[in-house]
Structures are given as structure tokens and as C-alpha cells.
């Protein structure tokens, strides 16, 4: 199982970012995907996560409304594209695969919920 991240980079404040996980050696459309992040000193959190069959979404309160998460399941990749980017969400961001969620409770929040992460990719956004 592999999932690559990428598209992270140095940006200014209110810059726009769009991340893309590339997923491989699972059955894509089965699991559910989430985006998290980890700033220095701090743990690992959720930032958007959306169903099998993108029939529901959810966003943590600090990036509603200025992220967006999308899949495509023919194509095996998961995007979130960042706008109005701010300081506070500089990190570097990891695409997760949840294998295990039943469907009303999809997208899951906790990381231990997750069965497959990615490297991770650096976003950095300057004031």
C-alpha cells in the first residue's frame, strides 16, 4: 500500500494550494480518505476527510469554509485544495486511508481510525 503526497510548497498568506494524494495496493473506492496536518511541537490533526463514495465531507472549524476535499475514485487520488491560506496552517499535511468506517459515520476525525498514511508534504505559508 502506498500513498504519495504532493503539492506542498512555500506560499504567502492568502495564496491558494491545491495538495494530491496518488493511492495504490488498495481497493481505492472502499476506504475513506482524510487529510491531516502536524505543525512543529504539535500532534497530528484532523484537517478534511470524505466518505467512499464522496457522498459526505467534514472539515475541522479551523480551514471550514477555505478547504475543500475531492476524490476521484477512477483515478485513485484524493485532493484538498487550500484557499486563503493563513500562517496558522503552515504544517506538514499527510493523505490517510480508512479501511474500516461503516458508512454512517464516515469520514472519521481520529487518526487512529486510519490504516494507511502517506509521507506527508510540507506547507509553509509566510505572512
Known amino acids: 500500500v502506498q500513498l504519495q503526497a504532493s503539492g506542498g510548497g512555500l506560499v504567502q498568506a492568502g495564496d491558494s494550494l491545491r495538495l494530491s494524494c496518488a493511492v495504490s495496493?488498495?481497493?481505492?473506492?472502499?476506504?475513506?480518505l482524510g487529510w491531516f496536518r502536524q505543525a512543529p511541537g504539535k500532534e497530528r490533526e484532523f484537517v478534511a476527510g470524505?466518505?467512499?463514495?464522496?457522498?459526505?465531507?467534514r472539515y475541522s472549524d479551523a480551514v471550514k469554509g477555505r478547504f475543500t476535499i475531492s476524490r476521484d475514485n477512477a483515478k485513485k487520488m484524493v485532493h484538498l485544495q487550500m484557499d486563503s491560506l493563513e500562517t496558522e496552517d503552515t504544517a506538514v499535511y499527510y493523505c490517510?486511508?480508512?479501511?474500516?468506517?461503516?458508512?454512517?459515520?464516515?469520514?472519521?476525525?481520529?487518526?487512529?481510525?486510519?490504516?494507511?498514511w502517506g509521507q506527508g508534504t510540507l506547507v509553509t505559508v509566510s505572512s
Open positions: 490517510a486511508a480508512d479501511g474500516r468506517v461503516i458508512t454512517s459515520s464516515c469520514p472519521r476525525t481520529h487518526t487512529s481510525n486510519y490504516d494507511h
Open positions: 495496493g488498495l481497493s481505492f473506492s472502499r476506504y475513506s
Open positions: 470524505i466518505c467512499k463514495n464522496s457522498e459526505r465531507t
